[in-house]
């Protein structure tokens, strides 16, 4: 029974971020933004890993520091399947961690 309560537990914490802290959380972090915490970031984080690949993950990072790479990307080609899959992101993360 402890080990059942023990992995629901870090199932639970996993699923809302507060596992290791990943590219979006540490730049979430390191961003400077008013309201921006260690809990809110990991809650972000865990978003970005339920909707984004690593590699998108550290893509939309430098997203924190530059916010014109968003709008650059978002206008560019090729970039259409990534920028549904960041929206989905953006959309999860702005439900999930208010």
Do not use: H
């Amino acid at each position: 029974m402890r080990i059942k309560i023990g992995l629901l537990a870090l199932l639970t914490l996993a699923a809302c971020g507060g596992g290791p802290s990943g590219p979006i959380s540490r730049a979430c972090e390191a961003g400077g933004r008013p309201g921006a915490n260690q809990a809110l970031c990991s809650c972000v984080q865990g978003a970005a890993d339920a909707t984004l690949s690593g590699r998108e993950q550290r893509r939309a990072a430098k997203f924190f520091k530059d916010p014109q790479k968003a709008q650059d990307t978002r206008q560019g080609d090729g970039t259409a399947a990534f920028w549904r899959r960041y929206k989905a992101f953006a959309e999860r993360a702005e439900a999930v961690c208010r």
